[in-house]
């Protein structure tokens, strides 16, 4: 299975983090599945680092360095996960959500037959299939 890790994720996996959870631990260290992190992870990283670097410790640069020590494959952005943008919903009664990286994120996962992994419950509110909530 491919695996596309949210953000967050991705760095409770790069650095062992307690925060996760039981089952996205178990499905990344399976070796049978194939784990990707995006450049919008990376993007996210940098300005959140830039605007906050004592609560975001980590750089964009770093934070591809660590991934690819994981083993960890980029994925890049192409036109069609921003054409994909335009045919993203939400759920009618769902909480708004505004975050372009996560957006982003799911577009890419839906194109490219991931399956997005995540702990934003915000995000469950998107009508796509291939959003496992942990």
């Not at 925060?19 to 178990?26: E, F, H, S, T, Y």
């Not at 990344?28 to 599945?33: P, T």
């Not at 980029?74 to 994909?84: A, N, P, S, V």
Request: proline share 4%; aromatic share 8%; glycine share 4%.
């Amino acid at each position: 299975m491919r695996l596309l890790l949210d953000t967050h994720i991705l760095l409770w996996a790069l650095s062992n983090d307690a925060r996760l959870p039981v089952k996205a631990r178990k499905m990344i260290e399976n070796e049978e599945n194939k784990i990707y992190y995006s450049i919008v992870s990376l993007w996210e990283a940098e300005i959140k680092h830039l605007l906050h670097p004592n609560v975001m410790s980590v750089s964009a640069e770093a934070l591809s360095g660590y991934c690819l020590q994981s083993g960890y494959q980029e994925l890049l952005i192409r036109g069609k996960h921003i054409f994909t943008l335009s045919g993203l919903k939400r759920e009618e009664k769902a909480q708004p959500h505004k975050d372009p990286f996560d957006r982003m994120l799911i577009c890419q996962a839906l194109v490219e037959n991931m399956l997005f992994i995540t702990h934003d419950a915000l995000i469950s509110g998107y009508e796509v299939p291939n959003i496992l909530l942990v």
